[in-house]
């Protein structure tokens, strides 16, 4: 099989495509012919060195794929040839053929072509948990979103409009922010050119936002907490902006009666898979119902993934990028 290989650590134009012998299913595994995969920031890291786990060489990146299984092991009667899936694998999904755990494939629904599929269960899967178990949103209360234009920025605008919620959009440009208005937001802030503090207070009415949702981090950090509500929730997600972790005064959640909550979706799908499970069947019933409508912005042949990793790792994305494996 081909294979978008890494050989050490370095660039994402240090990855080459080779032929590789293909992954033979533990008891356990499920063997998927790889369709797409999706393009997530972890691969702009893992790549590198600078992701928590660290692959032994030579090794793939990719932390999603969708496509059609190939094989099971013994112990897998949930799957069977011909099935088609969606994987979280954790890296291995730029190649033809990947094998990944029973426990972290879902079927796909007959609503969802496999590009978007490839896509679809990590940024939905991350923002579906981080506003339902981690803050609890309510109908009725306000959320806003940052870096709203992103994978899963648009997925937490989608799924917040879902459970009911006032969403506030907030992005650099207008072209990003227009893609969060079609994507159900109900306010939107430039903050290259707004002030977010005033924006929210004018939106809020100056009550402050329920719950806020951050996949960057960066300046915006501390001006967004203060931003916050009595009782309200900061979904820590991730860091996209690069330049290092943000810190936070710890008196800001004492005089706000605020939570910072970190949110970590992996190990939750993990550590709790009946209530991922419960969580994807809602999803993919909100997607049929047309309520979810992923955004593929853009798509790479296998042999330019390096390009796609690079392409989302300067931030220039809108929705989610795939790779086109087949």
């Known amino acids: 099989m081909k294979a978008l290989l890494c050989k050490a650590f370095g660039p994402a134009s240090s990855l080459v495509l080779e032929e590789t012998a ?90 969802m072509d496999l590009t978007s599929a490839a896509g679809f269960g990590m940024t939905y899967g991350t923002s579906m948990h981080a506003l339902k178990q981690r803050a609890n949103l309510q109908p009725g209360e306000t959320l806003l979103v940052l870096g ?24 650099s440009t207008a072209e990003k922010l227009d893609v969060a208005r079609k994507a159900g937001a109900d306010h939107l802030i430039n903050y290259s050119e707004q002030s977010l503090k005033e924006e929210l207070k004018k939106l809020t009415n100056g009550q402050g936002v329920d719950v806020i949702y951050d996949p960057v981090g960066g300046s915006f950090f501390e001006e967004a907490f203060r931003s916050m509500a009595w009782n309200g929730r900061f979904l ?23 939570a910072l909550i970190g949110v970590f979706w992996g190990s ?17 019933a909100w997607h049929a119902e047309g309520k979810l409508k992923p955004l593929v912005s853009q798509t790479f042949p296998l042999e330019r993934g390096g390009e796609a990793i690079d392409y989302l790792g300067q931030r220039k994305a809108v929705g989610k990028v795939v790779v086109q494996v087949r």
């Not at 995969?37 to 702009?44: E, Q, R, S, Y």
């Not at 709203?148 to 992005?171: F, H, N, T, Y």
């Not at 991730?238 to 706000?256: E, M, R, S």
């Not at 009946?274 to 993919?284: E, K």
């Open 148 to 171: 709203a234009s992103g994978g899963v920025g648009l997925a937490a605008v989608e799924i917040g409009k879902a459970m009911g919620a006032k969403v506030i959009a907030a992005a």
């Open 22 to 111: 293909s992954p033979q299913p533990k008891p356990n595994e499920v063997l998927i012919e790889v369709h797409a995969a999706g393009v997530n920031f972890p691969d702009t890291l893992i790549i590198e060195g600078k992701y928590q786990f660290k692959p032994p060489f030579p090794f793939s990146p990719g932390g999603e794929a969708a496509g059609v299984v190939k094989a099971v092991g013994e112990k897998v009667s949930q799957f069977k040839a011909g099935d088609r899936v969606m994987a979280l694998t954790g890296w291995g999904s730029f190649a033809e053929e990947v094998a990944v755990g029973a426990y972290n494939v879902l079927p796909v629904p007959p609503s």
């Open 268 to 284: 939750f799908a993990q550590r709790q898979p009946q209530d991922n499970a419960a969580n994807f069947q809602q999803l993919f």
């Open 236 to 258: 820590v997600v991730g860091f996209a902006a690069g330049g290092g972790i943000p810190a936070l005064p710890a008196n800001l959640p004492l005089l706000k009666g605020a």
